[in-house]
């Protein structure tokens, strides 16, 4: 009985001040911060503690008191998992995107944003084009099921769909399910079921297995499924790695869409998630590239950016180092008939010399910002202005303050990709420093277009 007392995890009584990045909640325990799950600022939480550490503890909140009027119920029992802001009103999300944004912002790299701008649209689920389910025994069956992990852990939680989800995806990925579940498939053969949809509804699906010998003839391509495929899980492991499937049916590509261009891309490329938003966000940077101007897109992906702009713009480079979507990208200047524009499969850190002094740079990169080269780069050759989007606030706020010794922020906006979950991404354009002060009422004029921020 001892040792079951002292195994079981310890439960504290935690007032929430406010959300921090990330998403949990903040409060302290005997002077100790305290980062939990499921709660709101003002509410008195108890809290279950998760992790245990020398400095902070984390958990997920087991009983409220004190309850935040902001406070809903949430629409699915696994929602920690996948949206653990499904807890508060939409209103109550988007003011604490701005505030935690603008809190990062300041602290990481000293940006004063009074008043800040987040973009947003109704569609609170559904609007996922990308699903990554888990598999695990369901323990009341016997059967698989789709699975996510527990928040903070290894251990998975069986569910049966997810809002977040586009509605095909979900059909499909319960289609796939049953087959499984109708050849008795070992769970231990399998890693990952990957979903990608596009607009128009169809679905292509890419079953990850541990066992390179693993088939399930069942799965039938149609009207909704265009393409599926199985791919052993060592293909997977590191990024970025070739697709190479051991079985394929049907399309190996996705096609899209976005701004009166079409893209092709595969069922394992970086693509954006919520298209609406993004449409949202390439209208604005539209507004910041000139007519005729000459860019270099870095962290081009499959070409996204850089070619909704090839119709305005003199010329442009979309440096990707991922191969596959660097070759999507080729393929995507191609199609929309582009001969201004050129895709190359190399790592921006080794593109420095496209980095000049008359070119507008456009900056996309993964969560862990700029490679410091790039920023020395600019640094050196004062490229006139860097339009920057990002999916992590705290890396760009750390980049800006690399660059603020050379350049000013002239606008900034924040956009609610994912909604009902804590991530943020925001755009920053930036002005040369000597150009600013020389010229500032052109970039003034400039942004009118839209954003409440303006730089002083």
Known sequence: MTREMSSSPPEIT???????????????HKGKPVFAWNVLPGETAVVKVTKKKTNYLEGIAVGIRDVSPERIDPEEDHFISCSPWQNMTFDHENHWKREIAKETFKRMGGI?????????????????????????????????SLAFHRRGTTDLLPIDKCLLAK???????????????????????LKSLILRENRQGLVVAVLTVKNKHFQLPGVVCDDILTGFHICPADHLKRAPEPFKPKYSQGSNFITEEIAGKSFTYGPLSFFQVNLDIFEKALSKISAFVENDAEIVDFYSGVG???????????????????????????????????????????????????????????????????????????LEVLPRRIIYLSCDTATQARDLKMLEQKYKPTFCELYNFFPRTPHIESLVVLERAAKYNRSGSNSIKALKAGGKYRAK
Do not use: W
Request: glycine letters at 10%; aromatic letters at 6%.
């Open 112 to 144: 004063e944003l009074p008043d800040l701008e987040i973009i947003y649209d109704q569609a609170l689920f559904g609007y996922r084009n990308k699903t990554e389910y888990s598999f695990c025994v369901n323990e009341n069956s016997r059967t698989i």
């Open 14 to 28: 935690v007032e929430i001040i406010k959300l921090v990045n990330g998403g949990q909640g903040l409060g302290f």
């Open 167 to 189: 509605e095909n995806t979900n059909k499909v990925a319960l289609h796939i399910l049953d087959q499984l579940n109708e050849v008795k498939a070992p769970a231990g053969d």
């Open 304 to 378: 996204a950016i850089g070619i909704t702009l090839g119709d305005k713009v003199k010329s442009g480079l979309l440096v990707e180092s991922d191969k596959a979507a660097s070759g999507f990208a080729g393929e995507n200047i191609h199609i929309n008939g582009l001969k201004n524009l050129t895709a190359r499969a190399s790592s921006s850190e080794t593109m420095l010399s496209e980095i000049k002094k008359d070119r507008m740079i456009i900056f996309d990169p993964p969560r862990a910002g700029l490679h410091p080269r790039v920023v020395g780069k600019v």
